[in-house]
């Protein structure tokens, strides 16, 4: 009798497309894996809605949601929309006492809305926003992940970090967090999976941990 094989579906980071995942393998007589993809939300689009469209791609019962950074955060409305296996995120928060204080300060102060994403086809500025790297020798690898460069999303992306609300989290939740990040710092994150030296962008450069530990994080 056939096994059927778990829909694991992997959402990047703002700005970035699946290419992120390339070297993400998981058994194929086990799992069965789909990229998604960002777009550009219309105006005044809201997050809920943003992943309501989302959902629309979403084609197997019960998969498995697997966001990274701002992708973790998308992926965890989605699962308030349909019923999902396990939700998954990477390199995120799972609430808004997560944030760091430099966002919190962000959203009272609205000075997010001063940084200047119109130079969305500056790679090093880019880069920075959508990896938290700033070392200039690797903005070629990185400019490769990049898929999103319209002001108006960038913008929008901002924004709904620093005002995500979410003050609670389903307690299956599975949180993979790098000890290095400088996006989302670790001293904010509470209960998760820590990877040791893992930075924001590990699921790019530590494959090989995801690839060795999700399959039995998915079952478990």
């Given at each position: 009798?056939?096994?059927?094989?778990?829909?694991?579906?992997?959402?990047?980071?703002?700005?970035?497309?699946?290419?992120?995942?390339?070297?993400?393998?998981?058994?194929?007589?086990?799992?069965?894996?789909?990229?998604?993809?960002?777009?550009?939300?219309?105006?005044?689009?809201?997050?809920?809605?943003?992943?309501?469209?989302?959902?629309?791609?979403?084609?197997?019962?019960?998969?498995?949601?697997?966001?990274?950074?701002?992708?973790?955060?998308?992926?965890?409305?989605?699962?308030?929309?349909?019923?999902?296996?396990?939700?998954?995120?990477?390199?995120?928060?799972?609430?808004?006492?997560?944030?760091?204080?430099?966002?919190?300060?962000?959203?009272?102060?609205?000075?997010?809305?001063?940084?200047?994403?119109?130079?969305?086809?500056?790679?090093?500025?880019?880069?920075?926003?959508?990896?938290?790297?700033?070392?200039?020798?690797?903005?070629?690898?990185?400019?490769?992940?990049?898929?999103?460069?319209d002001k108006y999303y960038i913008d929008w992306c901002i924004d709904k970090i620093v005002h995500w609300n979410q003050s609670s989290y389903e307690p299956n939740l599975i949180h993979i967090h790098g000890e290095n990040d400088v996006v989302f710092p670790i001293q904010y994150i509470k209960n998760c999976l820590i990877v040791p030296k893992g930075t924001h962008t590990m699921i790019i450069h530590r494959y090989k941990w995801?690839?060795?530990?999700?399959?039995?994080?998915?079952?478990?």
């Open positions: 009798m056939a096994t059927t094989k778990i829909p694991v579906y992997l959402m990047p980071g703002m700005a970035a497309s699946s290419t992120i995942f390339k070297n993400i393998e998981l058994a194929k007589d086990r799992f069965e894996i789909h990229l998604l993809e960002w777009f550009v939300p219309e105006y005044g689009t809201t997050f809920e809605a943003y992943a309501a469209k989302m959902c629309e791609q979403i084609k197997h019962e019960r998969p498995v949601l697997v966001g990274v950074s701002l992708g973790g955060l998308l992926v965890q409305e989605m699962a308030k929309l349909i019923e999902v296996k396990k939700v998954i995120i990477v390199s995120s928060i799972k609430q808004k006492s997560e944030l760091p204080k430099r966002l919190l300060f962000a959203k009272y102060t609205k000075i997010h809305k001063l940084l200047p994403t119109g130079l969305i086809n500056n790679v090093e500025l880019l880069v920075k926003y959508a990896f938290g790297e700033t070392i200039k020798s690797r903005l070629e690898l990185y400019e490769q992940f990049l898929a999103v460069r995801f690839n060795e530990r999700l399959p039995t994080i998915i079952l478990e």
